[in-house]
């Protein structure tokens, strides 16, 4: 009965680094979503999959964010050449129908990245 | 454009207290309203939703929040708060029609005095 799943929990980075953070999200779940929640605020939304389809990437913040879902079950959050105000924690979030509005989102523990 | 207000960053009320945490929303139509709970090291935890119906909608761990559309809010309540209520409130609004991003508050850091 695992929950949704991050990995690694904790990243630093030096500047100009790739980072990639990981999200494994409840099995059968065909919505996840990525957000990124710097400190002291509450989660902004970054992208959207239903399945292995990214649907919504309307709120990565540059070029160097990208997201996949390749076989529609673990997803990978990449961020090119990282810098400082990348820090913040990356939530992901898991729910079970299409219309994720309709259905709970089951967040994970989130990947507290550092950029130094 | 859809906003959520939390107009409280940090409340602190006594162990058996009364609680209220305020939340306020801007959006064209009735939305979609959730309240979620983050413990440190945990991640967000639903304690409930609105979605249509009646305004009174009851939660998990004793929590209840009243929709009232007049004012555009969506405020939190407990009776009587314990301890391991404290946590970050974070009142989430979603948009009818939309993939079902949810846009959040700022949040509210809970502290429970003994």
């Known amino acids: 009965g695992a929950g949704v799943s991050q990995s690694p929990r904790y990243k630093v980075a030096k500047r100009g680094q790739d980072v990639a953070l990981r999200c494994d999200p409840i099995s059968g779940h065909v919505s996840l979503f990525w957000y990124q929640q710097a400190l002291g605020q509450g989660p902004e939304f970054l992208t959207y999959?239903?399945?292995?389809?990214?649907?919504?990437k309307s709120g990565l913040p540059s070029d160097r964010f990208f997201a996949e879902r390749p076989e529609g079950s673990v997803s990978t959050l990449k961020i090119q050449r990282t810098q400082q105000e990348d820090s913040a924690v990356y939530l992901c979030a898991s729910s079970q129908g299409p219309l994720a509005a309709y259905n709970e989102q089951f967040f994970g523990p989130g990947t507290r990245l550092t950029v130094l | 454009a859809q906003s959520v207000t939390q107009p409280d960053i940090h409340i602190t009320v006594s162990e058996g207290a009364s609680l209220e945490l305020r939340c306020n929303y801007s959006y064209g139509a009735t939305p979609y309203l959730f309240w979620y709970v983050q413990s440190p090291g945990q991640g967000l935890q639903l304690l409930l939703k609105y979605f249509s119906g009646d305004t009174l909608v009851q939660g998990i761990k004793g929590f209840e929040a009243e929709f009232k559309r007049s004012q555009s809010s969506f405020n939190l309540r407990k009776p009587s708060v314990h301890w391991s209520d404290a946590a970050e409130y974070f009142c989430?609004?979603?948009?009818?029609?939309?993939?079902?991003?949810?846009?959040f508050g700022k949040g509210t850091k809970l502290s429970v005095k003994p």
């Open positions: 989430a609004v979603g948009a009818r029609g939309s993939q079902g991003n949810l846009i």
């Open positions: 999959f239903q399945n292995e389809a990214q649907l919504d």
